[in-house]
């Protein structure tokens, strides 16, 4: 029997149309616009002013707080202006237009594609360059890699697990990263294994991608210390409290932090992030992004400098087709449905979805039949049904006693509903609602 | 801003599954069964279910459009399952009037005055059932007696069923595999225990329901069985095939409306539906106490819901 | 005979028995009630609609009973009758407040902001309004799904499906400021009801550069600062790229109206110059004299 998490999960159609498509370069845009808010956490401050010359690499911004991130040039060029610009929910956020001229790289990135093993840096070092070099997880969620290395006073992390479990239909880049740089991110990992001093570190991969799982089978033979671990096909194992219960079969407290079960997770792009970042000194400003969609004439994977505009990606791969509805920056089941396609690229974009017309509304919901598949979809076990009503009759109380802040809002239950209703929306409403009731009590 | 795109909250897709396609799933797991009684009680099976199953669609059409004002969801199957299932819970040989006002008992107030799909507390064919049958007992309760491809339909033949002899007191004459193949007297649908299982399985398969009500509520009553009925294995055995039990077990308790929402609930509820149907039939008035007991069991939910939660993940124990 | 002997000595026996369980059980759950929040809660208008800050009107009178003044505890519903009312029972002062009304801040019509990007989630303002910016390119402006209409205990806010914006009904509208609460744009604002409900105010909430504002709606605030200048009475501020009429120094004059570039200062009941449908006022107020107002003379507010 293949691990897998314990409580509930969903199979959504796994619509990998882009797997085996070796990564492609995408060109650079003509201007770059890079958003000051890649990361949960603080904004970064921008360092840079208008009409500076920049380098690829070069600081643009630096972290605003211990829980953010630093932020580098993709590109190089003139700093056209200091601005905001529309992010993927629509809003004006700050931002910093680069109007790009040549490709000149900062000479301290060293470029060659020459594997670097050895590394006699610390662990306090190795976090330090993760941090400089504005590291995020790069599975979506776009948490700083460097505080997740820091464990909070009185826990011990015991175990690395880095996530290659790609859960997400429709994404491959993390699959086809493997198959390419598998060398380089298990010498990521050694390093996120040092840097929080562990003796073991588990690459989880679910089975639907038997190429890859042999392949770092056959790199990892070569350290003791890696151990690959196929996993079961179960969405959300990416979820990394799911991901935690089924490699090392303990479940983190609710309410408690992942590191409550001595695991730390990574995901396999931050892990060949951070290779790049501490072995050749190159931050991060550029990611592999899959661009697909049923309608989409070449489904492929790219690599992109973060900045571009999501228009350029889907003109690499063949054009916007004319039935497309829906736009998606991420996966179906977690990503967001974006505004226009002129928006730029982040580090925390892991694919861009085109979605057609035919499927891209939602059916009419009907009333709830009480069958009970959101319960047993949830992956954290709560009743989605009964939260979606409490919410709905502003039931705050109610709403928290029956646990709404451990929803991980991975879209299970209304993936599942027969009845079309829009539980996730509502949970997620009273997750933010019941939030801020808690945050004002707790300053109170 | 070139195109004007859908923009909606995560998740983007969705498994395809509707509330019409669970209802039409019972519908095809309920064919074999009804094979079998078209087999066994000819005509007047057919008669008996259209007639059923168009009252209660026409009442819900009526009451939705003209009394509640509201869009009629008639095609969502759940009227069709109602009048199906109310069919199954009764003779054969039941005059078309009665069957009527069954069908308008189980739709109007068994279902509309809550509120309609969804909001129910009973279960509705068996609220219309039980209403026939205590409105009129003496129809309901002239079984006739399995008589292949018959024409007959309020001529039929009729005789006491096993589940009445047994009751009575008096010895069982049918075997054991009458029983599992459906050659015994009873109402239309519940004859066949094979043709049931056949069903149940289509509906595990397919995930429309899960093993629990069923599975607790015959292990359940196997057990009490024996237990009060002197130890008798076989007799405890054919307590599982006789009348309604594994039409209620599976077709009827598994309602998703009026049944618990979580595994530890359904069990609870299972084992509650053996138990009452087991006293009831053992110590009751009734020879069949199915009904009953589902009925009771049905008023239960909501405060079985209210105290048996999921098992949540992280837990963590106060 | 027995048989009648025996039904009225058991029944009796367990009515007693009942009696005194039930004395018993009464006893042990009594709860002690100051019965003064009795006679408050009968003076209370019994809408229960939250809009004085508690749990309804038995919450808000058992509040009034324990506080030691009157002071910032108001029904707006029941207005200052009741709170006098209230203090008469309590023997307490009551402060007086002047009538509020409910002022929808966004004139982000169908005609004045294009739609970008059509929504398809649950009808809801606070789901919307917590996944993106909204349907326009205005990330401040209504989302038109009804959370105030649903929060109104007075049917006194409706969206209008034309406008696609809400519209209140001033008759009906009590200020209790339950739509103020439900709205998560915060477009919504208690302003004073004002002489002969004559009212001004800035029908825009957008922060954004004046720009960037102009090009997602018509009718946005740009923050020019041009009414603020014509203000003579420094009614006026500017801050984050919009205005903003402070109604207790606002003396009405009705200047600011005329200077705004994009109409996005608006007057309510002020007798209209052209003849559309007026309203029976009474005469003319002094100071009127420019362009007529953007709106219909109605409950537009």
Not at chain 1, 4 to 16: A, L, M, Y
Not at chain 1, 73 to 98: E, N
Request: glycine share 10%.
């Amino acid at each position: 029997m293949l691990k897998t998490f314990r409580i509930g999960g969903v199979h959504p159609p796994e619509n990998k149309l882009s797997a085996g498509q070796a990564i492609k370069t995408a060109e650079l845009p003509k201007q770059a616009v890079i958003m000051l808010s890649q990361h949960i956490g603080a904004p970064a401050q921008a360092v840079v002013a208008k009409g500076d010359k920049v380098k690829v690499g070069t600081l643009l911004a630096q972290a605003g707080g211990f829980v953010s991130a630093n932020i580098h040039s993709s590109v190089s060029g003139t700093v056209a202006k200091i601005d905001t610009a529309v992010d993927v929910a629509g809003f004006q956020r700050p931002a910093i237009y680069i109007d790009v001229e040549g490709d000149e790289w900062e000479e301290s990135i060293d470029r060659s594609e020459t594997l670097v093993k050895e590394c006699n840096l610390d662990s306090k070092a190795i976090v330090e360059r993760i941090k400089e070099a504005g590291i995020v997880g790069l599975g979506g969620a776009t948490f700083p890699a460097h505080v997740k290395l820091t464990p909070p006073p009185g826990a011990t992390a015991t175990i690395l697990i880095i996530n290659a479990v790609e859960c997400e239909p429709y994404l491959t880049a993390d699959h086809q990263l493997m198959m390419e740089k598998g060398a380089e991110i298990l010498v990521g990992t050694e390093l996120l294994r040092k840097a929080i001093n562990v003796e073991r570190a588990v690459i989880g991969i679910e089975n639907n991608k038997p190429d890859a799982i042999a392949h770092m089978k056959e790199l990892a033979a070569a350290y003791p210390t890696i151990e690959i671990c196929p996993l079961k096909v179960k969405y959300p194992q990416g979820g990394e409290k799911q991901l935690i219960d089924a490699v090392i079969r303990r479940q983190v407290p609710s309410g408690g932090l992942p590191i409550a079960t001595g695991a730390v997770v990574q995901n396999v792009g931050t892990a060949f992030a951070v290779y790049e970042a501490v072995q050749k000194n190159k931050p991060l400003f550029e990611r592999i992004v899959t661009v697909t969609g049923k309608s989409l004439a070449h489904p492929s994977n790219l690599k992109v400098r973060v900045g571009t505009p999501l228009c350029q990606l889907i003109d690499a791969c063949g054009g916007l087709p004319e039935d497309t509805e829906k736009v998606i920056s991420g996966g179906p089941m977690m990503g967001k449905a974006v505004v226009s396609t002129d928006t730029p690229t982040t580090k925390g974009c892991s694919g861009v979805l085109i979605i057609r017309d035919l499927e891209s509304r939602r059916k009419e919901m009907t009333a709830c039949i009480r069958c009970a598949k959101c319960i047993a979809a949830c992956p954290m076990g709560l009743a989605p049904n009964t939260l979606m009503n409490a919410t709905d009759h502003k039931d705050w109380e109610r709403v928290e006693k029956e646990h709404v802040m451990d929803c991980i809002e991975c879209g299970s239950c209304s993936f599942t509903c027969p009845a079309h209703r829009p539980l996730l929306d509502y949970v997620r409403m009273g997750k933010a609602r019941v939030g801020a009731i808690i945050r004002s009590r707790n300053a109170k | 801003m070139s195109q004007n795109f859908i923009v909606s909250p995560s998740p983007h897709v969705h498994s395809g599954n509707s509330v019409s396609k669970c209802m039409y799933g019972v519908l095809i797991a309920l064919i074999p069964a009804f094979l079998v009684s078209l087999y066994c009680f000819g005509i007047g099976a057919l008669v008996v279910t259209l007639t059923s199953v168009l009252a209660c669609v026409l009442f819900e059409y009526l009451i939705q459009k003209y009394l509640l004002k509201v869009k009629p969801s008639i095609c969502d199957g759940s009227a069709i399952l109602t009048g199906v299932l109310l069919a199954f819970n009764v003779p054969s040989n039941l005059p078309i009037w009665i069957i009527i006002i069954g069908a308008l008992v189980a739709i109007g107030i068994g279902k509309m005055t809550f509120g309609g799909l969804g909001n129910n507390i009973f279960n509705p064919a068996l609220v219309g059932r039980v209403f026939l049958l205590i409105s009129f007992p003496v129809q309901m309760t002239t079984w006739p007696v399995p008589d292949p491809l018959s024409m007959n339909y309020l001529d039929a033949e009729t005789a006491a069923t096993p589940l009445g002899l047994m009751k009575q007191g008096l010895s069982v004459e049918a075997m054991t595999t009458d029983m599992l193949l459906g050659n015994i007297g009873g109402s239309l649908g519940e004859i066949s225990a094979i043709a049931l299982l056949i069903g149940f399985a289509y509906m595990l398969i397919r995930r429309i329901i899960t093993w629990h009500i069923p599975v607790s509520i015959l292990v359940t009553a196997f057990v009490f069985s024996f237990l009060v009925n002197g130890f008798d294995v076989e007799g405890a055995f054919q307590q599982l095939l006789l009348g309604g039990m594994m039409l209620g077990a599976i077709f009827m308790a598994t309602d998703y409306v009026t049944s618990p929402m979580t595994p530890r609930g359904m069990i609870i509820y299972g084992i509650g539906i053996g138990l009452l149907t087991i006293i009831i039939r053992r110590y009751g008035a009734y020879p069949e106490g199915m009904s009953f007991a589902i009925l009771i069991m049905n008023a239960a939910t909501p405060l079985i819901n209210k105290y048996v939660k999921p098992k949540r993940f992280g837990e963590v124990k106060k | 005979m027995d048989l009648v002997w025996i039904a009225t000595l058991s029944l009796g026996c367990i009515g007693a028995i009942s009696a005194v369980i039930l004395y018993f059980v009464a006893q042990k759950f009594k709860v002690y009630e100051d019965p003064r929040n009795e006679e408050v809660v009968k003076v209370l208008p019994g809408a229960n609609c939250g809009g004085c800050g508690y749990p309804g009107c038995g919450g808000f009178a058992a509040a009034c009973v324990k506080a030691t003044s009157l002071e910032g505890m108001l029904c707006p519903v029941g207005g200052a009758p009741v709170m006098a009312k209230i203090a008469g029972i309590l023997g307490m002062e009551v402060a007086e407040a002047a009538p509020k009304v409910a002022v929808v801040r966004c004139n982000g019509t169908c005609a004045n902001r294009k739609k970008v990007n059509t929504y398809n989630g649950a009808s809801n303002c606070a789901i919307e309004a917590a996944l993106y910016s909204g349907e326009t390119g205005c990330s401040f402006g209504c989302l038109g799904n009804g959370d105030c209409e649903r929060a109104c205990q007075f049917g006194a806010i409706h969206v209008n499906p034309e406008t696609g914006l809400p519209e209140v009904d001033e008759e009906l509208c009590t200020g209790c400021g339950a739509c103020v609460k439900a709205c998560p744009k915060m477009i919504i604002e208690l302003r004073n009801k004002g002489p002969k409900s004559r009212r001004m105010f800035v029908c825009c909430v957008n922060k954004d550069k004046g720009a960037v504002a102009r090009k997602a709606c018509t009718a946005a605030c740009i923050g020019c600062g041009k009414c603020a200048k014509e203000c003579p009475f420094e009614a006026i501020t500017v801050e984050n790229n919009l205005a903003y009429i402070d109604f207790q120094k606002c003396k009405l004059c009705r200047k600011c109206e005329a200077v705004c570039p994009t109409g996005a200062i608006h007057s309510v009941n002020f007798p209209p110059r052209k003849p559309a449908e007026p309203k029976p006022e009474a005469p003319a107020q002094p100071a009127a004299p420019q362009s007529g107002t953007a709106a219909a003379p109605t409950a537009q507010a």
